[in-house]
């Protein structure tokens, strides 16, 4: 378990950041961006986790914030051995296959898309919206960092799958999508 005695540390004040290996890199550095990104994603979904407390979703989102966690260690984690260990916290093709399972079993009950939905609906809805494309935006942040350094594609998979899985729930959260929002291409022109 991680204990947390002092929050600040001051190594951080000459611009870089530590990470699992001990190694430092500077705060703008793809893998911290990425870092940083998925942190984003985790707090939009716990903003999404209020709107939805009682229901069945709030608990598999709260599954979901501590894979996220895993996947920050992962991201902060160089090199390009991806199996997991007993100091090396991986995300694993099992975490992607079960994100996968609960796409599914969502997307089951959802009316067929007739058109692109608008981001909305419901305030529950909206939230996890939200925490979508901040989903969208950590993955950019982890494929650019993969461009540059040895990524787990279990991990790139997972961050893809999660933000298709916010899109199945969004529209689960509008009524299985009878209260979702249609675009209406040249509605105002």
């Not at 350094?149 to 893809?160: D, F, G, K, T």
Request: glycine share 8%.
């Amino acid at each position: 378990m991680v204990k947390l005695n002092k929050i600040y540390t001051r190594t951080g004040d000459d611009g870089t950041t530590g990470l699992v290996d001990g190694s430092r890199l500077p705060k703008y550095a793809a893998r911290m961006e990425a870092i940083g990104k998925v942190d984003e994603a985790n707090c939009a979904i716990g903003l999404a986790i209020c709107a939805l407390t009682g229901t069945p979703h709030a608990a598999i989102l709260t599954r979901i914030q501590n894979d996220l966690f895993d996947l920050g260690a992962d991201l902060a984690t160089p090199g390009d051995d991806f199996t997991p260990g007993e100091m090396t916290l991986r995300i694993v093709p099992a975490q992607v296959t079960w994100l996968e399972s609960e796409i599914d079993a969502i997307n089951a009950h959802l009316q067929p898309l007739k058109s692109f939905i608008l981001p909305g609906g419901s305030e529950a809805a909206a939230r996890v919206h939200i925490a979508r494309a901040s989903a969208r935006s950590a993955e950019r942040a982890a494929v650019a960092m993969a461009a540059e350094v040895p990524a787990n594609p279990a991990a790139l998979a997972y961050i893809n799958r999660l933000s298709d899985y916010l899109f199945v729930l969004a529209r689960a959260v509008n009524a299985n999508g009878a209260d979702d929002v249609l675009w209406v291409p040249g509605q105002n022109r």
